[in-house]
């Protein structure tokens, strides 16, 4: 043991010599980061470390960035943002030696993700990303249409006191939707389009002056119609182009059958 710490005397000089004007994620963090966990101020320390990681990404320092996000996930398991967040960089910021997005850390995003789920499981907000991180980056909208389902039927969203008293937002109704579409799923497709467009209306019931409200409802209607279409398009007739050079000014909501009728050559007649 004495000779150890003789040699680690020795040694200690050269290594600060050479990692002079090096940054470090913990260079420079006062006695408040290591008192603060002992005192039972775990999340006044997450914060500030946080607060710190925003500085390394505003720098484009995004390796220094990871050992901070474990930091805080350990000290406030209940950070919803450090999870999102690092699991975007993860993902999306490290490039591989062609400047091409690096997917070796996708399993490691997807990791800490999953983990943020498991330590805040009534909120939607990590189960969406993981959602549409299946969907964006990885393109396995099986596991897409997982996470939306469990958002959509299964968690809430916080309200203005942050409490978990509200449905969630209606765009994870509608990645719900298009992933299963994207699955050929689309009588299901059609389903949720029609129970998110329900859900609109009586939201612009409520308020019909909330002009966002009536845009995400028409919206709806609108991916709804075109649903309806392409899936009697594909599968209840052929086009004939010399006939459907007609502009088709509406469809039918139940069948999806374009007016005017002879817009389409149908195979039954």
């Not at 070796?104 to 983990?115: C, T, V």
């Not at 765009?171 to 719900?176: D, K, N, S, T, Y």
């Not at 209607?221 to 050079?245: M, Q």
């Amino acid at each position: 043991m004495a000779a150890v710490v003789l040699l680690q005397a020795r040694i200690d000089p050269f290594v600060a010599e050479l990692n002079k004007g090096s940054r470090t994620p913990f260079a420079g963090l006062s006695t408040e980061f290591i008192l603060g966990p002992l005192l039972g101020m775990q999340q006044a320390v997450a914060g500030l470390l946080w607060v710190r990681a925003d500085e390394f990404f505003h720098e484009g320092d995004y390796d220094a960035i990871l050992p901070m996000v474990r930091m805080v996930t350990w000290l406030d398991p209940h950070n919803l943002d450090v999870y999102i967040t690092g699991a975007w960089h993860l993902a999306y910021n490290f490039t591989d030696s062609n400047e091409r997005s690096d997917r070796r850390y996708i399993p490691a995003a997807q990791k800490l993700l999953e983990e943020g789920d498991a330590n805040n499981p009534v909120v939607y907000d990590i189960a969406f990303e993981l959602g549409w991180e299946n969907t964006d980056k990885i393109k396995d909208y099986e596991r897409a249409y997982h996470w939306y389902r469990i958002c959509a039927y299964e968690r809430k969203a916080a309200d203005e006191r942050g409490e978990l008293t509200k449905p969630v937002p209606m765009f994870v109704w509608h990645q719900l939707a298009h992933s299963l579409a994207r699955l050929g799923r689309i009588d299901e497709s059609i389903e949720v389009w029609r129970k998110a467009l329900a859900m609109s209306n009586e939201l612009v019931r409520q308020d019909p002056k909330d002009y966002s409200r009536r845009n995400v409802r028409d919206s709806e209607r609108h991916n709804l119609e075109l649903t309806l279409k392409r899936k009697f398009s594909r599968y209840s007739h052929e086009i004939d182009w010399s006939i459907d050079s007609k502009r088709t000014q509406s469809i039918d909501p139940v069948t999806g059958r374009p007016t005017p009728a002879d817009s389409y050559l149908f195979l039954n007649e």
